[in-house]
């Protein structure tokens, strides 16, 4: 009876051991982490310290397909260890609570970076797209199309073109429309024209480089 007692304790022992051992190895599959710097290449790496202040290098950075971006050093991150392996180690999200857009409402999306730039997916179906300093847009063919209106407000607007056309049912102009290296003057009521007497024919003889539109 001794003997049955003492292996049914050293079993019991046993247990407790391997479910140690299982809790330990469990505890560190997830851990959270902060990211120290970023390189590049086909999939992104980082340099990761736990919480545990555990530096861990060459950890992979798996992104979204369609989507790519190089946090910025000091961003926040939950670290995977893949099969348990200590060796095999990557994280899927990295974000930065100091700079997340936090303007949400019940939702809505926002896309944003560390200068500002921003795009946010309202609600209502609405889509506000704003640059912090420049927006490029580069394209063979560029389509914009608004059912019911198109408004650009703007101090300075430039096209360049080899041909502009406008095809519009009514054309409204407002402001001073000024001829930039234009020959001749443009003609409006009020200039100066001389008539042939005989002929009855005239010729305006005056224009200006500005026309006054109201």
């Keep these: 009876m001794a003997d049955l007692d003492k292996t049914l304790q050293e079993f019991i022992r046993l247990i407790k051991k391997s479910n140690a ?26 340099q990761a310290k736990t919480s545990g202040g555990e530096i861990l290098n060459n950890v992979a950075f798996l992104e979204p397909y369609g989507f790519t971006a190089k946090p910025l050093p000091k961003s926040e991150t939950l670290l995977l260890r893949v099969g348990g392996s200590k060796f095999n180690n990557v994280v899927l999200n990295i974000g930065n609570r100091s700079l997340r857009f936090k303007e949400l409402k019940d939702g809505e999306v ?22 912090a ?3 490029n847009q580069t394209a063979p063919a560029i389509n914009i199309k ?19 056309k406008i095809e519009a049912a009514e054309t409204i102009t407002t402001g001073v429309t000024k001829l930039a290296n234009g020959t001749m003057g443009a003609a409006f009521v009020g200039c100066t024209v001389e008539v042939d ?17 109201k």
Excluded: W
Aim: proline letters at 1%; aromatic letters at 4%; charged letters at 15%.
């Design 146 to 164: 608004g059912a019911n209106s198109v408004n650009v407000e703007t101090k300075n607007a430039t096209i360049k073109a080899q041909t502009a």
């Design 110 to 131: 926002a896309m944003y970076d560390n200068s500002g730039n921003l795009l946010h997916f309202k609600n209502g179906g609405n889509i506000d797209f704003k640059a």
């Design 197 to 213: 007497p005989v002929t009855h024919q005239g010729t305006i003889t005056s224009g200006s480089a500005e026309v006054l539109i």
């Design 21 to 46: 051992k299982q809790q330990e190895s469990l505890a560190g599959l997830i851990r959270f982490a902060m990211v120290n710097m970023m390189t590049g290449g086909n999939t992104q790496h980082c």
């Design 133 to 135: 300093a420049t927006l």
